[in-house]
């Protein structure tokens, strides 16, 4: 089945300490995001990505980083430079051209502490 | 630019009810739009979407929206709420390549 993996699904980490968040998919999908939501807030965009070995930053990119390697995998590392890292994550594909919908996978919810 | 507004973060209804979610969104041409669902601590599910064509738009778990370009609307119906709708629904529009998402409207149904 093709779709989009998130791993691990609950992080829990000490403040102070990088994160790395892992995202793969096996859609063929040259577009990657990352997406962050906090209650009442929506999603709001960190990083996107259009293509391999490319990406650009989104609208709240401070605290994070991201590399495309690989087609299938967009992982994102929390730098203890986030100053308040305790969200739900959300990682999504598509194909290239925006009137295609995107596709998420299930999630990784971070605690920091 | 392109932005999306979602009238209510909260909208309860009772079972077999007509649900209505609203959105309005801004755009300097002609947008693409969806609705997505979200069930808790999962990821975002698309209900259906906008590009051209029919304005009237039917998509999955017996869910529709119409846009109405002279509104600049995309509001999400389903004529009859079942327990299984209660959920939190989200309205997105494209800006280039990137989705612009709404704050999203939880949807209650009550028995």
């Known amino acids: 089945d093709g779709g989009i993996t998130q791993s691990p699904k609950y992080l829990f980490r000490k403040e102070g300490q990088n994160v790395t968040l892992s995202c793969e998919q096996n859609?063929?999908?040259?577009?990657m995001y990352w997406y962050r939501q906090d209650p009442g807030q929506g999603l709001r965009l960190i990083y996107y990505s259009q293509i391999v070995n490319d990406f650009q930053k989104g609208d709240i990119a401070e605290g994070y980083s991201v590399s495309r390697e690989k087609k299938e995998s967009f992982p994102l590392t929390v730098t203890s430079a986030q100053k308040n890292p305790t969200a739900f994550y959300l990682c999504?594909?598509?194909?290239?051209?925006?009137?295609?919908?995107?596709?998420f996978g299930p999630g990784t919810r971070l605690t920091v502490t | 630019a392109q932005s999306v507004t979602q009238l209510g973060s909260h909208v309860s209804v009772s079972e077999g009810a007509l649900v209505l979610l609203r959105c309005n969104y801004s755009s300097s041409v002609p947008p693409y739009l969806f609705w997505y669902v979200q069930y808790p601590n999962q990821g975002l599910q698309l209900l259906l979407k906008?590009?051209?064509?029919?304005?009237l738009v039917k998509g999955i778990n017996g869910f529709e929206a119409e846009f109405k370009k002279s509104e600049t609307s995309f509001h999400l119906t389903k004529p009859s709420a079942h327990m299984s709708d209660a959920a939190e629904y989200f309205c997105a529009v494209t800006k280039g390549t990137k989705y612009i998402f709404g704050t999203g409207t939880r949807l209650k149904v009550l028995a």
């Open positions: 999504a594909s598509s194909t290239s051209g925006t009137s295609y919908e995107q596709y």
């Open positions: 906008y590009t051209t064509g029919a304005t």
């Open positions: 859609l063929n999908h040259d577009a």
